[in-house]
């Protein structure tokens, strides 16, 4: 069985920086992409960024310059660099994950953009 948990989340300031972490675990040998997405209140959820087992990413064109994804293939982890942050980046960001043509997502982690 394949399990995400997310961490990293939290509280943070227009302007500044908060970086995420997704952990995969179980019986998994070879992830193939990995993301986040996200999903503010009333909205629809939308991708953030994702990262091929190569390294090639994608981004939300509203994030680029501001995150920066990254994976650790030994850890089955990915993460997410915040910087620059805005009011806008509200939302429970999900981490997901492409294994076996199969999706998997985390459970997500509150993100909130205030002063």
């Known amino acids: 069985q394949v399990r995400l948990v997310e961490s990293g989340g939290g509280l943070v300031q227009p302007g500044g920086r908060l970086g995420l972490s997704c952990a995969a675990s179980?019986?998994?040998?070879?992830?193939?992409?990995m993301g986040w997405y996200r999903q503010a209140p009333g909205k629809q959820r939308e991708l953030v960024a994702t990262?091929?087992?190569?390294?090639?990413?994608n981004y939300a064109d509203s994030v680029k310059g501001r995150f920066t994804i990254s994976r650790d293939n030994f850890k089955k982890t990915v993460y997410l660099q915040m910087s620059s942050l805005n009011p806008e980046d509200t939302a429970v960001y999900y981490c997901?994950?492409?294994?076996?043509?199969?999706?998997?997502w985390g459970q997500g982690t509150q993100v909130t953009v205030s002063s």
């Open positions: 997901t994950i492409q294994y076996l043509n199969h999706d998997y």
């Open positions: 179980g019986t998994i040998f070879r992830i193939d992409s």
């Open positions: 990262i091929t087992r190569g390294d090639n990413t």
